[in-house]
């Protein structure tokens, strides 16, 4: 089986090395030069109008206002008066794994790059995405930077205190950048996976288990929280008396027993106690929303999912819509209390950061960061902190302060070219026209011509 992995993971990288992208500083010969942008400073929420940026070796060596001589550069890009940000960071990522068709792999971490995301945090590891890491790293792969989870730490793979020492310690050694946690852990086991976890020093994230509770994982220390996972059982009374394991769908069924006066006293331990959330509220809206597959099957981004993953997207969203439980009024219950939490969290707690679990139910990858945006926009957050969970706060998160996050000399050449202004209105990030990652640029041309050969890629496979 390793020999299979390695050789799909090898055919993958050959594939990802020749996606189609403009030259790097080094194939064109000088300095690469940016010109006539407005560049968006996201820390601070300001724009910087009529700048250029000078790129050498993949990283920022100048930014400077717009001048007229553009003599000595080897290659120069016109920006149009497009605004230039750092690129995005999709906090809740999945990467397809072996046995998944080495093209497929491909397509998923292009279409991440396609809308405007040039960093991911897979939440799901596997072995090959060891390999993938390295080479988007290096520069093999055309690929956004990955970082990557172990594999999934769940009921099923640590049900004994034993069980989680080990995975622990050997995920830990194998070079995974964090753990996955997953529901159905008993909480004598996730005690363990903590205390090894915390010896090993290696960071866990993901969901809180049913056992495990709220506020112990803040207690515990998690790198993030993700989906709000939790917060929702977090505010049902112990008086009430319910089964926790009763609470559904993210706590849907608790919906009605949530008290928000215990809200205050949940997002100020997560500040406490330095815990990010990635809300990925887009899942919720598209997977467990009332809204029918068809309609969401229409919109454009679907073509360029195949056929099988979206026939099992809309045979999941039928077993919860047709499942006797399912009631659309307190759906647009829970749903406010969603948006209330995630509000919350921004304003007292520690940090959000965007994320939208793709390819999951619905989101395809990149453009499902889009619909996380809109989805913090209607939980209130202001625009430019909205930018911010996308771009600078990741960097802190991961140490990469001094790496990507803001277009400054010195960093990494990690940047996006959009149309219009995002601190008006974060949505211009649907309208990408260029994106650059360790040098390599993509226009808005080549952008879509790729995205098209994916398009009729899956559309030879459709009914």
Same mark, same amino acid.
């Given at each position: 089986?390793?020999?299979?992995?390695?050789?799909?993971?090898?055919?993958?990288?050959?594939?990802?090395?020749?996606?189609?992208?403009?030259?790097?500083?080094?194939?064109?010969?000088?300095?690469?030069?940016?010109?006539?942008?407005?560049?968006?400073?996201?820390?601070?929420?300001?724009?910087?109008?009529?700048?250029?940026?000078?790129?050498?070796?993949?990283?920022?060596?100048?930014?400077?206002?717009?001048?007229?001589?553009?003599?000595?550069?080897?290659?120069?890009?016109?920006?149009?008066?497009?605004?230039?940000?750092?690129?995005?960071?999709?906090?809740?990522?999945?990467?397809?794994?072996?046995?998944?068709?080495?093209?497929?792999?491909?397509?998923?971490?292009?279409?991440?790059?396609?809308?405007?995301?040039?960093?991911?945090?897979?939440?799901?590891?596997?072995?090959?995405?060891?390999?993938?890491?390295?080479?988007?790293?290096?520069?093999?792969?055309?690929?956004?930077?990955?970082?990557?989870?172990?594999?999934?730490?769940?009921?099923?793979?640590?049900?004994?205190?034993?069980?989680?020492?080990?995975?622990?310690?050997?995920?830990?050694?194998?070079?995974?950048?964090?753990?996955?946690?997953?529901?159905?852990?008993?909480?004598?086991?996730?005690?363990?996976?903590?205390?090894?976890?915390?010896?090993?020093?290696?960071?866990?994230?993901?969901?809180?288990?049913?056992?495990?509770?709220?506020?112990?994982?803040?207690?515990?220390?998690?790198?993030?929280?993700?989906?709000?996972?939790?917060?929702?059982?977090?505010?049902?009374?112990?008086?009430?008396?319910?089964?926790?394991?009763?609470?559904?769908?993210?706590?849907?069924?608790?919906?009605?027993?949530?008290?928000?006066?215990?809200?205050? %006293? =949940?997002?100020?331990?997560?500040?406490?106690? #330095? !815990?990010?959330? $990635? @809300?990925?509220? +887009? &899942?919720?809206?598209?997977?467990?929303?009332?809204?029918?597959?068809?309609?969401?099957?229409?919109?454009?981004?679907?073509?360029?999912?195949?056929?099988?993953?979206?026939?099992?997207?809309?045979?999941?969203?039928?077993?919860?819509?047709?499942?006797?439980?399912?009631?659309?009024?307190?759906?647009?219950?829970?749903?406010?209390?969603?948006?209330?939490?995630?509000?919350?969290?921004?304003?007292?707690?520690? %940090? =959000?950061?965007?994320?939208?679990?793709?390819? #999951? !139910?619905?989101? $395809? @990858?990149?453009? +499902? &960061?889009?619909?996380?945006?809109?989805?913090?926009?209607?939980?209130?957050?202001?625009?430019?902190?909205?930018?911010?969970?996308?771009?600078?706060?990741?960097?802190?998160?991961?140490?990469?302060?001094?790496?990507?996050?803001?277009?400054?000399?010195?960093?990494?050449?990690?940047?996006?070219?959009?149309?219009?202004?995002?601190?008006?209105?974060?949505?211009?990030?649907?309208?990408?026209?260029?994106?650059?990652?360790?040098?390599?640029?993509?226009?808005?041309?080549?952008?879509?011509?790729?995205?098209?050969?994916?398009?009729?890629?899956?559309?030879?496979?459709?009914?």
């Amino acid at each position: 089986m390793k020999h299979v992995t390695f050789f799909s993971v090898c055919c993958l990288v050959l594939l990802l090395g020749g996606c189609q992208g403009g030259p790097s500083p080094e194939q064109a010969g000088g300095d690469l030069l940016i010109r006539n942008v407005h560049l968006v400073d996201v820390e601070n929420g300001r724009i910087l109008e009529g700048q250029q940026v000078v790129i050498d070796s993949g990283r920022i060596s100048r930014i400077e206002p717009l001048a007229a001589d553009t003599s000595g550069y080897g290659n120069i890009i016109d920006g149009g008066g497009g605004y230039l940000m750092p690129g995005l960071t999709e906090m809740h990522a999945h990467i397809p794994s072996p046995p998944a068709d080495p093209q497929w792999i491909q397509d998923a971490l292009f279409l991440y790059m396609a809308g405007g995301v040039t960093t991911i945090r897979g939440m799901l590891g596997h072995p090959a995405h060891l390999e993938l890491r390295e080479a988007a790293e290096s520069g093999a792969a055309n690929s956004p930077r990955i970082i990557t989870s172990s594999p999934s730490l769940n009921g099923n793979t640590v049900p004994t205190p034993e069980a989680a020492r080990t995975l622990v310690s050997q995920y830990a050694a194998e070079g995974y950048d964090f753990l996955k946690i997953h529901p159905g852990i008993p909480r004598v086991a996730f005690d363990t996976l903590v205390a090894t976890a915390r010896e090993a020093g290696i960071p866990f994230a993901g969901h809180v288990p049913v056992a495990v509770g709220i506020r112990h994982a803040l207690e515990s220390g998690y790198a993030t929280i993700d989906h709000v996972d939790g917060y929702l059982e977090g505010l049902v009374p112990e008086s009430d008396g319910v089964a926790p394991d009763q609470n559904g769908f993210f706590g849907f069924n608790f919906t009605d027993l949530a008290d928000t006066t215990n809200l205050a %006293g =949940l997002v100020a331990l997560t500040r406490e106690k #330095q !815990v990010w959330v $990635v @809300p990925t509220q +887009s &899942l919720f809206e598209r997977w467990f929303a009332p809204t029918d597959a068809d309609s969401l099957l229409a919109q454009p981004e679907m073509r360029y999912m195949p056929q099988a993953i979206k026939d099992g997207w809309a045979s999941t969203k039928a077993q919860y819509m047709e499942s006797p439980q399912w009631d659309p009024q307190k759906w647009e219950r829970f749903d406010r209390l969603r948006l209330q939490l995630i509000y919350r969290l921004y304003r007292d707690g520690y %940090g =959000l950061l965007l994320g939208s679990d793709a390819p #999951q !139910v619905f989101n $395809v @990858p990149g453009f +499902s &960061l889009h619909h996380e945006i809109a989805g913090m926009q209607r939980a209130g957050i202001p625009h430019a902190e909205i930018l911010r969970m996308g771009t600078l706060y990741p960097a802190r998160f991961f140490g990469l302060e001094g790496e990507i996050g803001t277009l400054e000399a010195g960093k990494q050449a990690e940047c996006i070219l959009l149309g219009s202004n995002p601190l008006e209105d974060p949505g211009a990030i649907r309208d990408l026209r260029g994106v650059m990652r360790q040098g390599r640029w993509m226009d808005a041309h080549e952008l879509e011509e790729n995205l098209e050969a994916i398009a009729r890629r899956y559309a030879q496979n459709s009914p």
